[in-house]
């Protein structure tokens, strides 16, 4: 257990309405990441994070933004849903070296997922 | 860009009997890399990784992948399969060198076990 919680777990929303899922941390990583997946492409990641205020673009970003305002927490929004954007998303934390991991580098924890249907 | 596959997108094979998924990935240098398994509507859990050193690399429940440079291959194997093993195997690759440990995923294969 990495100590990563998503919320909320399962949503059903409509098109055109924002969206926000959250991922909490309890062990100060460093690293945080927002993962989707869908059937057939396996994992995709949309953004994350290096550090408070600290983000980066993924390989599929489009539509999608995120905060991370403290360690502990990494919001990833979808302004306005749409269809396409059905998927399960998955958060990830990083122990990077230097964390306690330093002479087997890193290692990435994933979260239980947070089901998102768009209709 | 880096990329991974996974060749098989479904295996089947029988309790008892011995297994390896395939992983190949596309990238100069050596990669961090990892296989995950997915059980049906749950997370991923982390079986085992490759960072450098020996290329035969041991993970949890029977677990091993070796590591092999000229075929950019990093294989799981399990010499005896387990009902409990049923569920989706992804590989994936980190290439950034340990600077920012973004992932690419393979897009999975499902095993199914039959008894």
């Known amino acids: 257990d990495a100590g990563i919680t998503q919320s909320p777990r399962h949503k059903v929303t409509e098109t055109g309405t924002p969206v926000t899922l959250r991922c909490h941390q309890t062990?100060?990583?460093?690293?945080m990441y927002w993962y989707r997946q869908d059937p057939g492409h396996g994992l995709r990641l949309i953004h994350y994070?290096?550090?408070?205020?600290?983000?980066d673009k993924g390989e599929v970003s489009d539509g999608y933004s995120v905060s991370r305002s403290k360690t502990e927490d990494f919001l990833l929004t979808l302004e306005s849903a749409t269809s396409s954007q059905t998927s399960v998303y998955f958060c990830?934390?990083?122990?990077?070296?230097?964390?306690?991991?330093?002479?087997?580098?890193?290692?990435?924890?994933f979260g239980e997922g947070s089901w998102l249907t768009v209709v | 860009a880096q990329s991974v596959t996974q060749p098989d997108i479904h295996i089947t094979v029988s309790e008892g009997a011995s297994l390896e998924l395939r992983c190949n990935y596309s990238y100069g240098a050596t990669p961090y890399l990892f296989w995950y398994v997915q059980s049906p509507g749950q997370g991923l859990q982390l079986l085992l990784k490759?960072?450098?050193?020996?290329?035969l690399v041991q993970g949890i429940k029977g677990f091993e992948a070796e590591f092999k440079r000229s075929q950019s291959s990093f294989n799981l194997r399990k010499p005896s399969v387990h009902w409990s093993d049923a569920a989706e195997y992804f590989c994936a690759v980190d290439d950034s060198g340990g600077s920012n440990y973004k992932l690419t995923f393979g897009k999975g294969t499902l095993l199914t076990v039959n008894p």
């Open positions: 990830a934390i990083s122990d990077s070296p230097g964390q306690g991991s330093s002479t087997s580098g890193n290692t990435i924890y």
């Open positions: 994070s290096y550090g408070v205020k600290d983000t």
């Open positions: 062990e100060n990583h460093r690293y």
């Open positions: 490759y960072f450098s050193g020996d290329t």
